[in-house]
């Protein structure tokens, strides 16, 4: 957020590497982005091409994690799994933010009748769950990787409007924004530079957990067989290939499953301990 | 002069009514001149002050004309006033805890003062900022500039506002009660400082305060408000050797004394500036106040060289 290291900077620092939540959270979601980013170089096997003798292997020296039903490592699908989540989630996560931050800034900032229209269409899209709001918007733009990509920003926009409305809100009534109007400062200054980054602290936070549930969300439309499409890796996917053989060979649904729930505890982890250290600061 | 308030109407649109909260104010400030405004808590000073550098909020409404360098800033585009402000008027606000954005160094809150009206580099900006945070006597301008203000004391951070709001040479700088957010023993430190600052600086200062004896000790003529209005103008000695209204010598004797003694307030508040009292305004506290001071609202009169009074008692039937 602040570029030089200046001695405050420095304190926060600090009490982020102090804060538990936030180490055991953070090297979670490190692991599952390096998983991400470096699939291709890691993963011992194609996760798209599977030796059909090899069918339903248990965990073996060859293969750690087993295989599915068409003989595919799946340690190396839940590897190229993890490249999946992390793009679906920080896309949509990444235009929900912007989107969010655009208009819940605007409509705050300019308020009136705008802020009224803003606030109720809002109200409305946040009274759906999550899934059912992306449900709706998968069952109509159909399924694929885009798709779930939009479907997952579009239940992530109306929470980053609120909390950047609110946000914006507040610092509007700051009177360091009626002294930067006194100061010269133009409207669009103002929003960018006072508005805007006294509002970071809370949507940093929120965009952490929101990962966390966007990549359930992913997962659970791609379970259900909404999102991502064979024969792309993806955890949900994966999941529900397994639905067959429950019983006769758990380690196809177990070990997608364990990532999916060790990477979501991750993000909420490093959430909560985000919350924690950034938003005493707001206090001022 | 530079500075001409006719018949300035105020008010606030609210759920409640309108709000008259500067009502047919007329004051004129010259060259290098200082005026106190006092007055108690909601009798429109702040507003006044908003509306001469044009930051009323959207609900006000403003009637009359305020003249500030030749340019009649009622009607002024917000392009162009925009550019006066921070520039030629300049204000500090009350609060210091507030008035800084958390997220800038005061360096660089400092230097997009200067480089917003005047352009220049980078270097000018800081060493401008340098020179004026060594000038309101900041301990360690280095390192304040690097400093973000919630590691500066109150003190501090109206100090820096206040070397801000003089940094660009301004023609009119206003204080709206600088000094009533902080500590006692501050607020006399940044007295002394203003009153130091002002015999070097080429500005005419507006100072609003609530405290007579600071108005007083600041300005070169002190204008009396109550509820909306101004009932009495005069230069600082004349205040106190002749105070006239009502009002003002209850101010006077609510002043708290040097050398102890008691203090005694003026009892009952400011009226609610929807429905204010008929006549005078101050007729229902007023403890000399007859039935033509309910009914007939008294007109603000020159009653000596320089000395404007709004009262009956005073202005009517001679002295009282
Ligand atoms: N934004 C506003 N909206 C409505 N009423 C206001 C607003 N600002 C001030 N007022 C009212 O105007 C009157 C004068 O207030 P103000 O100018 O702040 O006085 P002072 O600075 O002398 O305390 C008060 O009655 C106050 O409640
Ligand atoms: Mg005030």
Redesign the interface.
């Given at each position: 957020m602040l570029v030089e290291l200046d001695p405050s900077t420095k304190k926060t620092l600090r009490k982020a590497l102090r804060n538990r939540n936030i180490r055991v959270g953070g090297i979670i979601v490190a692991t599952f982005v390096l998983m991400g980013l470096l699939a291709p170089f890691i993963a011992p096997y194609d996760p798209t091409k599977g030796n059909l003798r090899d069918s339903l292997l248990p965990p073996c020296s060859k293969y750690p994690f087993g295989t599915d039903f068409a003989g595919r490592d799946i340690l190396s699908r839940v590897i190229w799994g993890a490249r999946t989540s992390l793009i679906v989630s920080t896309v949509s996560v990444f235009i929900a933010v912007i989107a969010g931050v655009l208009v819940g800034g605007l409509s705050a900032y300019v308020g009136g009748w705008i802020d009224e229209v803003v606030t109720r269409i809002v109200d409305v899209m946040l009274s759906f769950p999550d899934i059912l709001l992306a449900l709706f918007v998968a069952a109509i733009v159909g399924p694929g990787l885009e798709n779930v990509i939009v479907a997952v920003a579009l239940y992530n926009f109306p929470q980053f409007v609120r909390i950047m409305r609110g946000s914006a809100l507040q610092a509007k009534e700051m009177e360091f924004v009626e002294a930067a109007r006194a100061i010269g400062e133009s409207n669009a200054s103002i929003f960018a530079r006072y508005l805007l980054p006294n509002s970071l602290a809370p949507i940093v936070v929120h965009a952490t957990l929101r990962t966390a549930a966007s990549i359930l969300t992913a997962a659970g439309l791609s379970f259900l067989g909404l999102g991502v499409q064979p024969p792309i890796p993806e955890w949900g996917q994966m999941m529900s290939d397994a639905r067959t053989y429950l019983v006769t060979a758990p380690h196809v649904w177990i070990f997608p499953g364990i990532a999916l729930f060790i990477t979501v505890l991750g993000f909420n982890l490093l959430g909560d301990g985000l919350n924690d250290v950034l938003n005493p600061k707001m206090e001022v | 002069m530079l500075l001409e308030v006719h018949d300035l109407r105020v008010s606030y649109h609210t759920d409640e009514g309108t709000v008259k909260a500067v009502d047919s104010v007329t004051l004129s400030l010259g060259r290098r001149e200082t005026l106190a405004i006092v007055g108690e808590s909601g009798s429109g000073k702040s507003t006044l002050a908003l509306s001469i550098?044009g930051?009323l909020p959207k609900t006000a409404r403003v009637d009359g004309s305020i003249r500030f360098l030749n340019k009649e800033l009622t009607s002024l585009r917000e392009e162009e006033f925009?550019?006066?402000?921070?520039?030629r008027i300049?204000?500090v606000?009350q609060?210091p805890?507030?008035?800084?954005?958390?997220?800038?160094?005061i360096g660089k809150f400092m230097r997009?003062?200067y480089l917003?009206?005047r352009g220049g580099t980078e270097k000018d900006a800081l060493s401008l900022a340098r020179e004026w945070l060594g000038k309101v006597k900041v301990p360690g301008p280095e390192k304040v500039l690097?400093s973000?203000?919630?590691?500066l004391s109150g003190g501090m951070r109206q100090r820096v506002?206040i070397a801000?709001s003089l940094m660009l040479e301004p023609d009119l700088v206003i204080m709206d009660e600088p000094t009533s957010a902080l500590d006692v023993s501050v607020q006399a430190q940044i007295l002394r400082l203003i009153a130091e600052l002002k015999s070097q600086v080429e500005a005419s200062f507006i100072f609003i305060t609530h405290n007579l004896g600071v108005a007083a000790a600041v300005g070169d003529r002190v204008a009396v408000m109550y509820a909306g209005k101004i009932v009495e103008m005069a230069s600082k000695e004349e205040i106190f050797s002749n105070p006239m209204h009502p009002y003002t010598q209850g101010l006077l004797r609510a002043v708290p004394k040097v050398s102890g003694g008691e203090v005694e307030p003026i009892p009952g508040s400011v009226p609610s500036l929807v429905n204010p009292p008929s006549g005078c305004r101050f007729h229902p506290r007023c403890p000399l106040a007859d039935e033509r001071c309910a009914e007939e609202e008294p007109a603000l009169m020159e009653v000596g060289s320089g000395h404007w009074v709004a009262c009956h008692r005073v202005s009517g039937s001679g002295r009282w």
């Open positions: - | 550098i930051l925009r550019r006066l402000r921070g520039d300049t204000i606000f609060e805890m507030t008035a800084l954005n958390p997220v800038f160094t997009d003062i917003t009206h690097s973000y203000p919630h590691e506002l801000s």
